[in-house]
């Protein structure tokens, strides 16, 4: 009497007269058995008379969920960073990846966010308006009042300076001076400040606004004119 070698199962219940080899998908590691073993979540068996089972690479999964003969690639937007897997890891928000087979997941650089909420296969620049700072998000972030972001895949923002103020209340693209009769102190503002009765500002993009002379009246924020002579600004200095 002979035992069936590994790989190899007895081809009847009693009476064989011959071992049959395991088919692919299954294998067996010890002699003397009447069975195979199937390959389980994670492995394959790719030929018959098997007497080892093989875990599917990094980047692949098992093809089938048991017996299987060979591993896939995980698709682009999923990836599988350890052996022996039925299954592919999602691309989380933030994350893409952009080749079938990988083992590894990337994160979206500072400028550009996830192109998908899961499973993103590539990242999409963050568009005028807005930016990222960080890596690894799945959104950008809105300039806000007295900020601007001229151009696409921003990875700052800009302050608005002295003079002037942004376009819009919010993710404006760039700013505007301030016109006259109108001036801001400040960085960083979504607004001019009007000149006050008694003072102008001429011309644009103003930091301050100018005082008018003792013997001048505001004829409005942009501009003094001379009382005629022997004549002076009344109290509110809007007229002579």
Not at 76 to 103: F, H, M, W
């Amino acid at each position: 009497m002979s035992l069936c070698p590994a790989g190899k199962h007895s081809a009847n219940l009693i009476e064989s007269t011959s071992c049959t080899k395991c088919r692919p998908g299954r294998y067996q590691d010890k002699e003397g058995n009447e069975t195979c073993i199937s390959a389980l979540p994670g492995q394959y068996v790719d030929l018959e008379g098997a007497a080892t089972v093989s875990l599917c690479p990094a980047g692949k999964h098992s093809a089938n969920l048991i017996e299987s003969t060979s591993c896939t690639k995980c698709r682009p937007g999923r990836y599988q960073d350890k052996e022996g897997n039925e299954t592919c890891i999602s691309a989380l928000p933030g994350q893409y990846v952009d080749l079938e087979g990988a083992a590894t997941v990337s994160l979206c650089p500072a400028g550009k966010h996830s192109a998908n909420l899961i499973e993103s296969t590539s990242c999409t620049k963050c568009r005028p308006g807005r930016y990222q700072d960080k890596e690894g998000n799945e959104t950008c972030i809105s300039a806000l009042p007295g900020q601007y972001v001229k151009l696409e895949g921003a990875s700052g923002v800009v302050r608005c300076l002295k003079g002037s103020r942004s376009a819009k209340r919010i993710e404006s693209t760039s700013c505007v001076p301030c016109t006259p009769g109108r001036y801001q102190n400040e960085d960083e503002q979504d607004h001019c400040i009007p000149a006050k009765l008694g003072f102008h500002v001429e011309s644009p993009g103003a930091t301050e606004q100018l005082p008018c002379d003792p013997s001048e009246y505001s004829f409005n924020t942009t501009t003094c004119l001379r009382c005629p002579a022997q004549t002076t600004p009344n109290a509110n200095i809007t007229a002579c």
